[in-house]
């Protein structure tokens, strides 16, 4: 009797501290506009527990004490200590930090004091910018503006997807960037992010108005790094590292076979299971870690040098980008070079010149990520050696038991290149006749060339796969663009 006394007092010990831990939900929204704030931090404070808000500023915090303190925070805005006093549903509205408001932001007409804003804008300094290595600044924005939701593009060069507010047209979705007030377009592949000093999302009509319908997916402004007066300042910033893409579970050879045969069965049908493979290819083939490379080599380099007089300001920089693809072809590298200068004649006029030359190179890189998922795991790479051919592009086997091209076949057909020459010039002059008025006339050309390059290989592996042309053919494209812009 005793034991069982016993035994039941520690169960009810056990569910009292298990009836201590609840789970906490809840949505955080910014005070400025009371949107919901993407990638705050919601810790359990003294612990390492924690999680951050998604997309719709909602969080879940499981095994929380009902005595608990939770701490909100995030970039830009003052951060919250809450008890949860057992509530399991805690909705939080966080304040701009204090120091942030005397700032000054560019806008479309010109730039003001954070605190004198009425209209929807964020700022993002270039220091957080660079916090990521990235080919594109935007791929650096994910989870640092609330209501701007950044997808990356994926490959090499490919251009990440910006919403800003969600969808807004169904013509397109991209914002509008603007560079030192030059109109640039939906790009900004072209753009070093070490020479980026501030980024300004416009998010509303108000705040992008002066842009008319260009901007009926939002405005970024972007300011780029200005020189300062002293001595030359020498800055540089190297760094290397590798990007991976998490292998998925896969089925293999005798697996996949099991599936096969499988369906038919349930189908009430004979299967056709081709098992060739069985003889060739005993073994079976992991696609996956034939085509896709374990790391991907991500490099960015940059040098810049500032400096100047009362009278005379330089920004130089040079930097180079490089990142690979995950296969044995495909990369994207750029080469950026930018000067911007300023010259004050007198306390009245003032005249800026800014020139941005750059070169970009890139093998297309082939999408063969759902060809190495779906193929025939039973299916060798090549065709036994006593059937191999003259033309190496007709040895890759064809799959035995679907319709899925040969992955490695397509990677080694695979032969596109393209590079592009572009400058951009932006000047201005800018008076001031009297005390708090600025007038400013500004002129800018964006010009680029572009040319690419394309080899199809002849090839017969079988009659659903192949190409057959007289002889390979070379397909060359080359235009020029030159987009000006003014203001006055």
């Given at each position: 009797?005793?034991?069982q006394?016993l035994?039941?007092?520690?169960a009810?010990?056990?569910?009292?501290?298990y009836a201590?831990?609840?789970?906490?939900?809840?949505v955080?929204?910014?005070?400025?506009d009371?949107q919901?704030?993407?990638?705050?931090t919601?810790?359990?404070k003294?612990?390492?527990?924690?999680?951050?808000?998604?997309?719709?500023?909602?969080?879940?915090?499981?095994n929380?004490?009902?005595?608990?303190?939770?701490?909100?925070?995030?970039i830009g805005?003052e951060s919250?200590?809450?008890a949860?006093?057992g509530?399991?549903?805690?909705?939080?509205?966080?304040k701009?930090a204090?120091?942030?408001?005397?700032?000054?932001?560019?806008?479309g007409y010109?730039?003001v004091?954070k605190s004198?804003l009425?209209?929807?804008?964020?700022?993002?300094k270039?220091?957080?910018i660079?916090?990521?290595v990235t080919g594109?600044?935007m791929?650096?924005l994910?989870?640092?503006?609330n209501?701007?939701?950044?997808?990356?593009g994926g490959?090499?060069?490919?251009?990440?997807?910006?919403?800003?507010r969600?969808?807004?047209?169904?013509?397109?979705?991209?914002?509008?960037?603007?560079?030192?007030?030059?109109?640039?377009?939906?790009?900004?592949?072209?753009l070093n992010?070490?020479?980026?000093a501030s980024m300004e999302v416009?998010?509303?009509?108000?705040?992008a108005a002066i842009y008319?319908?260009?901007a009926?997916?939002?405005?970024i402004?972007?300011?780029?790094?200005?020189?300062?007066t002293?001595?030359?300042?020498?800055?540089?910033?190297?760094s290397v590292?590798?990007?991976?893409?998490a292998?998925?579970?896969i089925?293999?050879?005798a697996?996949y076979k099991?599936v096969?045969?499988?369906?038919?069965t349930n189908?009430?049908?004979?299967?056709?299971?081709?098992d060739?493979?069985?003889?060739t290819?005993p073994g079976g083939?992991?696609?996956?870690?034939?085509?896709v490379?374990?790391?991907?080599l991500?490099?960015?380099?940059?040098?810049?040098?500032a400096?100047?007089?009362?009278?005379?300001v330089?920004?130089?920089?040079?930097?180079y980008?490089r990142?690979?693809?995950?296969?044995?072809?495909?990369?994207?590298?750029?080469?950026n070079?930018?000067l911007n200068?300023?010259y004050?004649?007198?306390?009245?006029v003032k005249?800026?010149v800014?020139?941005?030359p750059?070169?970009?190179?890139?093998d297309?890189?082939?999408?063969?990520?759902?060809?190495?998922?779906a193929?025939?795991?039973t299916?060798?790479?090549f065709?036994?050696q006593?059937?191999?051919?003259?033309n190496e592009?007709?040895?890759?086997?064809?799959?035995y038991?679907?319709?899925?091209w040969?992955p490695?076949?397509s990677?080694?057909?695979?032969?596109?290149?393209?590079?592009?020459?572009?400058?951009?010039?932006?000047?201005?002059l800018?008076?001031n006749?009297?005390?708090k008025l600025?007038?400013?006339t500004?002129?800018?050309?964006?010009?680029h060339?572009?040319?690419?390059?394309s080899?199809?290989?002849?090839?017969?592996?079988d009659?659903?796969q192949?190409?057959?042309?007289?002889?390979?053919?070379?397909?060359c494209?080359?235009f020029?663009?030159?987009q000006?812009s003014?203001?006055?």
């Open positions: 009797m005793k034991k006394i035994l039941l007092c520690l009810l010990i056990s569910l009292c501290g201590q831990q609840i789970t906490v939900k809840g955080v929204t910014s005070a400025t009371q919901p704030l993407i990638g705050t919601v810790q359990v003294g612990t390492g527990t924690g999680t951050i808000t998604g997309i719709d500023g909602d969080y879940t915090l499981p929380v004490d009902k005595n608990a303190v939770l701490v909100f925070s995030s805005f919250q200590e809450i949860v006093g509530r399991t549903t805690i909705n939080v509205v966080l701009e204090a120091e942030l408001l005397d700032e000054v932001v560019v806008i010109g730039a004091k004198d009425t209209s929807s804008i964020a700022t993002v270039g220091d957080e660079t916090e990521t594109n600044a791929d650096a994910q989870g640092k503006v209501g701007v939701q950044v997808t990356s490959g090499p060069g490919a251009t990440p997807k910006v919403l800003i969600g969808v807004t047209t169904v013509n397109g979705t991209n914002p509008l960037y603007v560079v030192d007030g030059m109109p640039v377009g939906d790009n900004i592949n072209f992010s070490n020479d980026i416009l998010k509303d009509a108000s705040a008319g319908t260009r009926s997916n939002g405005v402004l972007i300011t780029t790094k200005k020189g300062k002293g001595k030359a300042r020498i800055n540089w910033n190297s590292g590798f990007q991976t893409v292998k998925p579970n089925a293999g050879a697996e099991e096969f045969n499988t369906r038919y189908d009430g049908l004979s299967s056709i299971w081709n060739t493979g069985a003889t290819n083939t992991d696609w996956w870690d034939t085509v490379n374990k790391t991907a991500v490099q960015n380099h940059s040098l810049s040098v400096g100047g007089s009362e009278q005379f330089y920004n130089f920089s040079v930097g980008y990142n690979n693809s995950q296969f044995d072809v495909g990369y994207w590298d750029k080469i070079i930018r200068t300023e004050t004649f007198n306390k009245y005249l800026g800014d020139i941005a750059r070169v970009e190179s890139w297309d890189t082939p999408n063969q990520f759902s060809a190495a998922m193929m025939d795991p299916t060798p790479v065709r036994p006593d059937q191999w051919e003259d592009y007709n040895n890759y086997q064809r799959s038991n679907n319709q899925e040969n490695a076949g990677i080694a057909r695979s032969n596109a290149h393209s590079r592009e020459l572009g400058a951009i010039l932006n000047t201005y800018q008076v006749p009297i005390e600025t007038l400013r500004q002129f800018g050309a964006n010009a060339y572009r040319r690419s390059d080899f199809v290989p002849k090839f017969n592996m009659p659903f192949r190409k057959c042309p007289c002889n390979g053919w070379l397909y494209r080359t020029c663009m030159v000006y003014g203001t006055a």
